[in-house]
């Protein structure tokens, strides 16, 4: 079977995740799309370059909405990053610039006739997820954001520096928006074999402080560099390998819950047919009051993108 990914938007985090693609071989068939003819074809031609030196081959197309129509997963990674370089590190910054062209894009992917899996990176990514399901009328467990698939990362990188141990140690979540209303349901994580909230007292871990680690990570990243692409590309791809295989894997994504009436991000069984199952956490009352503040938040964004 021919696996075939599109990529909508080739800046920072289009491209990183197009090169984590072609370098490990995880498509057949890779569809780039940019604004920019210039930049996108640059960046073919690159890709190109580099396949002599890999041990597996892509086939490259180049700004084709139609070549989308057979497509197993899209990735939107449109956005404009300069608009989040703003005093309050907010990524609701991107919304005015980034609503008009998910509209757009999502009418192009609507009229190639793609009826495969969308994943979306473009911020503010909880609010954007809904417009691309709107326009492009796919079911909604077929339009899935990566949420807090990158703040959970984050979170258990900060949690494992603490201990000293591999990030990959580290089982929990975080939870609601991917921005400044998300937080670590510390009452879902688990390392060194016991709930954190025990290793924490033997350990003398600061929790509130590890949260806001795993909270301000994207601003220290995007503060020094003016973008952040390599943490949010890898979720991404890891999101579109999981649709693809079929692995039905448990991840934190943007994904709409009926009981909050928006997309927010909590954990689903992810495979061949998006978002297969959605599970059901035992919160703690405190957690459940942030989920439900961060599904407001999300709310009354998405209302205020669509009058």
Do not use: C
């Given at each position: 079977?021919?696996?075939?990914?599109?990529?909508?938007?080739m800046?920072?985090?289009?491209?990183?995740?197009?090169?984590?693609?072609?370098?490990?071989?995880?498509?057949?068939?890779?569809?780039?799309?940019?604004?920019?003819?210039?930049?996108?074809?640059?960046?073919?031609?690159?890709?190109?370059?580099?396949?002599?030196?890999?041990?597996?081959?892509?086939n490259i197309?180049?700004?084709?909405?139609?070549?989308?129509?057979?497509?197993?997963?899209?990735?939107?990674?449109?956005?404009?990053?300069?608009?989040?370089?703003?005093?309050?590190?907010?990524?609701?910054?991107?919304?005015?610039?980034?609503?008009?062209?998910?509209?757009?894009?999502?009418?192009?992917?609507?009229?190639s006739?793609?009826?495969?899996?969308?994943?979306?990176?473009?911020?503010?990514?909880?609010?954007?997820t809904?417009?691309?399901?709107e326009?492009?009328?796919?079911?909604?467990?077929?339009?899935?954001g990566?949420?807090?698939?990158?703040?959970?990362?984050?979170?258990?990188?900060?949690?494992?520096?603490?201990?000293?141990?591999?990030?990959?140690?580290?089982?929990?979540?975080?939870l609601?928006?991917?921005?400044?209303?998300?937080?670590?349901?510390w009452?879902?994580?688990?390392?060194?074999?016991?709930?954190?909230?025990?290793?924490?007292?033997?350990?003398h871990?600061?929790?509130?402080?590890?949260?806001?680690?795993?909270?301000?990570?994207?601003?220290?990243?995007?503060?020094?560099?003016?973008?952040?692409?390599?943490?949010?590309?890898?979720?991404?791809?890891?999101?579109?390998n999981?649709?693809?295989?079929?692995?039905?894997?448990?991840?934190?994504?943007?994904?709409?819950?009926?009981?909050?009436?928006?997309?927010?991000?909590?954990?689903?069984i992810?495979?061949?047919?998006?978002?297969?199952?959605?599970?059901?956490?035992?919160?703690?009352?405190?957690?459940?009051?942030?989920?439900?503040?961060?599904?407001?938040?999300?709310?009354?964004?998405?209302?205020?993108?669509?009058k």
């Amino acid at each position: 079977m021919t696996r075939k990914i599109g990529i909508i938007g080739m800046g920072n985090v289009g491209a990183a995740a197009a090169h984590y693609i072609v370098a490990s071989g995880f498509a057949d068939d890779l569809v780039l799309i940019d604004l920019r003819e210039d930049k996108v074809k640059a960046d073919a031609l690159d890709f190109e370059d580099a396949m002599p030196n890999l041990p597996v081959h892509t086939n490259i197309v180049v700004n084709d909405y139609s070549a989308l129509a057979d497509a197993d997963v899209i990735i939107s990674a449109v956005g404009n990053i300069k608009l989040q370089d703003n005093p309050n590190d907010d990524r609701f910054a991107e919304l005015p610039f980034t609503s008009e062209a998910a509209k757009k894009v999502g009418a192009q992917i609507k009229a190639s006739g793609f009826h495969g899996k969308l994943v979306v990176i473009t911020n503010p990514v909880d609010v954007i997820t809904s417009i691309y399901q709107e326009v492009t009328g796919l079911p909604k467990n077929h339009v899935i954001g990566t949420g807090t698939l990158l703040d959970s990362a984050r979170m258990k990188r900060a949690v494992a520096a603490e201990l000293n141990i591999d990030s990959r140690s580290v089982v929990g979540y975080n939870l609601g928006e991917h921005g400044n209303s998300q937080f670590t349901a510390w009452s879902t994580v688990r390392v060194l074999g016991k709930p954190i909230t025990e290793i924490a007292k033997e350990k003398h871990l600061d929790l509130d402080e590890l949260d806001h680690q795993a909270k301000v990570g994207g601003y220290t990243v995007f503060h020094a560099k003016k973008y952040t692409n390599y943490g949010v590309s890898t979720a991404a791809v890891h999101l579109a390998n999981t649709i693809l295989s079929g692995a039905e894997t448990e991840l934190p994504v943007s994904n709409y819950r009926e009981e909050y009436g928006t997309y927010l991000s909590y954990p689903a069984i992810v495979g061949r047919d998006g978002v297969q199952e959605q599970l059901q956490l035992n919160l703690t009352e405190n957690e459940l009051k942030k989920l439900q503040i961060s599904a407001d938040y999300i709310k009354t964004k998405f209302a205020e993108s669509t009058k």
